[in-house]
């Protein structure tokens, strides 16, 4: 069983940056392919990228390619989703996923760790 935490959700004007952590715990991350998912009010939860277990594959929705990065560093546990130019349609609670996957994984079904989620909010 692994606990995934996220953390640097917050408030940003559009055209801003910010960096959400996903603090893995219980077991070692290594072992998953991890994945970012949203879901704004009033939609189904999206996906948004995923990184394999060596960190050499990853994936992005074309909503966010060439302005988010997914990354991890498995020694400390943690995967990163580096947020850039956002935009007020990128509001969402973010989601941190595992799955017992090497691969990097888009289905969500696939995924079998989740954690709570960190708010996003891109104001105009």
């Known amino acids: 069983q692994v606990q995934l935490v996220e953390s640097g959700g917050g408030l940003v004007q559009a055209g801003g940056s910010l960096r959400l952590s996903c603090a893995a715990s219980g077991r070692a991350i290594s072992m998953y392919g991890m994945g970012w998912f949203r879901q704004a009010p009033k939609k189904e939860r999206e996906f948004v990228a995923s990184i394999s277990r060596s960190g050499g594959d990853t994936n992005y929705a074309d909503s966010v390619k060439g302005r988010f990065t997914i990354s991890r560093d498995n020694a400390k546990n943690t995967v990163y989703l580096q947020m850039n130019s956002l935009k007020p349609e990128d509001t969402a609670v973010y989601y941190c996923?595992?799955?017992?996957?090497?691969?990097?994984?888009?289905?969500?079904?696939?995924?079998?760790?989740w954690g709570r989620g960190t708010r996003v909010t891109v104001s105009s």
């Open positions: 996923a595992g799955a017992s996957s090497s691969r990097a994984v888009v289905a969500g079904s696939r995924y079998d760790y």
